[in-house]
């Protein structure tokens, strides 16, 4: 045959191009069958889908019948929940509806007069709940007796079945369409296997005979000359060549060489990270958290058991995760919260996403639950893309600070009254009203009188601190004229600067400045920041303060000319309890509180605090609120 004269090159090339060729053209076929099958299948999944939600339509209507009822027959406020969520749901499933046979126009006919009768009937209930809200239960049941609910609901059953009637049809169709597509794929599948193994069987042959055992007798040579023996002569086609066979064997062996060195390194390595990934599994599960990881593009949620072992579920019981999925668990109160720290992190605001929330746990308490995570990857824009981080459940630290707080509480309030009282009294005894007292006991007093001016000081910051925790600090907002607030922060706090030596100067204040805020707490305030420049600058400074207005805000400035303030203790100036000199023989006094309450009252003010320090040379502390309207 001609063929067979023709060159091994040759063969291989017509060979294969004719494999290719048939190959791409059963692929095709294969492949439109495939597509036609495929359109068939969607088209019945998306049948069963509107068959689902028309479905799930009537039973939401019957969840808001039976809740309006409930509310109806006892008044009671918790069987409006099925209510409400019924109204919700069906809402949502009447335009998924819509949504699903926007390609159906005689459906969508259907659907809009089962709409209106939704409509009718959402308006019956929410009559009927209405009056009984105004305590007319009376004429609600009188509605609810008179049919015409049951008439509604009874059109809309028949609305439904017609428009379930005409999707069943459309199912069978679509079934059967999707069958004879499967069937006649499968016959097509099995003529070209068969093609196929035929023409893949000549070309065996031909590599076979002209190219495998040629290769076969290079292998046993290589095998002899890796033992050290004499290789044996090969007779092979003259297509081939010797020197080719010499340059493939001596190129084996160098491959083989380079293949076992090469191997050695990746099982070495491969070991090496196998164990690295073991350690870093142990230490993950050792710390008890939660690890997720969010795709942020395609709202994909990955997380190991432990982020849903502690809210009480199994990982296929959330599962698919997505954004929606822990947003639905978290407590509403918590949720602006939640969002605006992701939003601040997002924009760059933050370098770290970080909240404590409350989640829903399966059996209906709330679990505190702390997330931490950033941004790990980033579009060209700077959009996010990937976000990873960790979840702990810290409802017992939640739980020892709610309980540390009410003892503090507690004890602050049993503690103020006779701390008052006492030192009313030690007061009565220096100013010399039951006499006069000798020099020895005058010293003693007047350290019991200082003592008990620093406890009381404790206490009332450890209540502003409780009251601020808890949420129950009130705030008289008023329209307040900063010089007058300065000039009377002076006169309040002159006799403590005098007790250090020091002096309180108003100055550059720019006339007409006004906020709105609680006055006696922008006074605590300014005490605050007073007090702390005047502790520590040294005696016969002064402490300037001052106000301009810079855009829609107020600044007001307290300088001193103190130590000012180590930079190791500036990112934790504004924690409860924060001092930079905590030891017990500390020379400045102080609870630790101040900054931490002065932070938190302008927080509530809608202003924010910061400063400047340069140790050795002095501080500056910025409150900035906005102007008053």
């Not at 002064?542 to 207005?549: D, E, I, N, T, Y």
């Not at 130590?563 to 905590?582: C, H, M, N, W, Y």
């Amino acid at each position: 045959m001609a063929f067979m004269r023709l060159g091994l090159r040759a063969k291989l090339i017509i060979a294969f191009g004719f494999l290719m060729l048939t190959s791409i053209g059963n692929f095709g076929f294969l492949w439109m069958a495939e597509r036609n099958a495929a359109e068939q299948q969607l088209r019945v999944t998306h049948t069963h889908q509107v068959i689902a939600s028309s479905d799930s339509l009537l039973g939401h209507l019957r969840d808001t019948e039976t809740g309006q009822r409930g509310f109806l027959l006892t008044g009671r406020s918790e069987y409006l929940e099925p209510y409400n969520t019924g109204i919700a749901n069906s809402k949502e499933n009447i335009h998924t509806l819509f949504d699903l046979t926007r390609d159906n126009p005689a459906q969508q006919l259907h659907l809009t007069a089962i709409e209106e009768e939704m409509k009718n009937k959402l308006a019956e209930l929410e009559d009927t709940i209405s009056l009984a809200r105004q305590d007319k239960r009376s004429q609600a049941l009188v509605i609810v007796n008179s049919g015409e609910g049951k008439r509604i609901m009874d059109t809309l059953r028949a609305l439904l079945m017609e428009f379930k009637a005409e999707e069943n049809r459309l199912l069978k169709l679509r079934s059967d369409s999707f069958s004879a597509e499967q069937k006649a794929m499968r016959v097509l599948f099995v003529v070209e296997a068969i093609f196929l193994a035929v023409l893949i069987a000549g070309i065996a042959w031909i590599l076979q005979k002209h190219l495998v055992a040629p290769v076969l007798q290079l292998t046993r040579n290589a095998e002899r000359l890796a033992a050290g023996n004499e290789p044996e002569a090969i007779q092979i086609s003259s297509v081939l060549g010797r020197d080719e066979v010499a340059q493939l064997v001596q190129a084996f062996d160098d491959m083989v060489q380079t293949i076992n060195t090469t191997l050695g390194h990746l099982i070495q390595a491969k070991k090496e990270t196998e164990e690295k990934e073991l350690r870093l599994s142990e230490i993950i599960e050792s710390t008890n958290v939660g690890t997720w990881e969010w795709n942020i593009q395609t709202d994909e949620v990955i997380q190991n058991d432990r982020c849903t072992e502690m809210l009480g579920y199994t990982p296929n019981e959330l599962e698919p995760v997505h954004k929606e999925t822990r947003l639905n668990l978290c407590h509403p109160e918590d949720l602006p919260h939640y969002q605006t720290q992701m939003e601040k992190h997002f924009s760059g605001e933050q370098k770290f996403f970080r909240s404590e929330t409350r989640r829903r746990h399966k059996n209906g308490k709330w679990v505190w639950v702390m997330e931490n995570g950033k941004v790990v990857e980033r579009a060209d824009d700077n959009t996010p893309l990937r976000m990873s981080g960790i979840s702990a459940d810290i409802s017992v630290r939640k739980e020892t600070e709610r309980a540390k707080s009410e003892f503090v509480s507690t004890v602050s309030h049993e503690l103020r009254t006779p701390l008052t009282s006492i030192k009313g009294s030690l007061g009565l005894v220096r100013a010399g009203t039951f006499g006069e007292l000798p020099e020895k006991l005058q010293s003693v007093l007047d350290i019991a009188v200082t003592n008990t001016e620093r406890l009381v000081l404790l206490i009332n910051d450890l209540l502003d601190m409780e009251k601020i925790n808890s949420g129950n600090m009130t705030f008289n907002m008023e329209s307040i004229d900063i010089a007058s607030l300065i000039e009377e922060a002076i006169a309040a706090n002159e006799g403590y600067g005098t007790e250090y030596g020091i002096s309180f100067v108003f100055e550059n204040t720019d006339s007409g400045l006004q906020v709105l805020g609680d006055k006696s707490r922008l006074t605590q305030v300014l005490s605050n920041l007073m007090s702390n420049a005047a502790k520590f600058s040294p005696k016969g400074e002064q402490v300037k303060l001052s106000a301009v207005r810079r855009g829609d805000t107020v600044s007001i400035s307290v300088e001193d000319k103190g130590v000012g303030i180590p930079k190791d203790f500036r990112d934790s100036l504004f924690e409860k309890f924060t001092q930079a000199d905590s030891s017990d023989t500390r020379q400045k006094g102080g609870t630790g509180l101040g900054l931490s309450i002065t932070k938190a009252i302008i927080d509530e003010h809608g202003g924010s605090i910061n400063f400047t320090s340069k140790e050795g040379k002095g501080s500056t502390f910025f409150v900035t609120l906005p102007v008053s309207s």
